[in-house]
């Protein structure tokens, strides 16, 4: 797969649905099969879109101090029968990577969106619709989650 050439049309659809252009300021020349996002306001946490094994949005708790990392990934993971509920969607916990974030289509949770299965356009629209439900519904959660552990 030419991730380059993948990253631009994410970049290109995101831009067409009407998503702004600075959350796109990683994906100009990524050769990774992830990428992060930018400016989306949640401090100390990277946004990744990843499309290695489980094709999804990411958050990714990267503070300094690993005893915050594991409060605010434990306070996010005690939420997640709620959360679940609330958005339909299960979520998907990565524990040693302290990372949590949404794979599955949220009306199909069978669906499976693997690169080489997956048509390249069916991949860009999960991974727009992960990230949307992600910076909608699960983002704030991981803001209380932080005001509660500091």
């Given at each position: 797969?030419?991730?380059?050439?993948f990253?631009?049309?994410v970049?290109?659809?995101?831009l067409?649905?009407?998503?702004?252009?600075n959350?796109?300021?990683?994906?100009?020349d990524?050769?990774?099969s992830?990428?992060?996002?930018?400016?989306?306001?949640?401090k100390?946490?990277?946004?990744?879109?990843?499309?290695?094994?489980?094709v999804?949005?990411?958050?990714?708790?990267?503070?300094?101090?690993?005893?915050?990392?594991?409060?605010?990934?434990?306070?996010?993971?005690?939420?997640?029968?709620?959360?679940?509920?609330?958005?339909?969607?299960?979520?998907?916990?990565?524990?040693?990577?302290?990372?949590?974030?949404?794979?599955?289509h949220?009306?199909?949770?069978?669906?499976?969106?693997?690169?080489?299965?997956?048509?390249?356009?069916?991949?860009v629209?999960?991974?727009?619709?992960?990230?949307y439900?992600?910076?909608?519904?699960?983002?704030?959660?991981?803001?209380?989650?932080?005001?509660?552990?500091?």
């Open positions: 797969m030419d991730y380059n050439a990253w631009e049309k970049k290109v659809k995101g067409e649905i009407g998503l702004e252009e959350y796109f300021t990683y994906f100009k990524n050769d990774s992830f990428c992060r996002l930018s400016n989306v306001g949640l100390r946490c990277s946004y990744l879109m990843q499309i290695e094994d489980q999804g949005c990411f958050i990714e708790v990267n503070h300094t101090n690993t005893t915050w990392n594991k409060k605010i990934y434990d306070l996010v993971l005690s939420c997640r029968e709620e959360l679940e509920t609330q958005i339909g969607v299960p979520l998907e916990f990565n524990e040693a990577e302290l990372k949590f974030g949404i794979c599955k949220p009306k199909d949770h069978e669906l499976v969106f693997e690169v080489g299965t997956s048509s390249e356009e069916e991949l629209i999960h991974l727009l619709r992960c990230f439900l992600v910076l909608e519904e699960v983002d704030h959660v991981v803001r209380n989650a932080m005001e509660e552990a500091y």
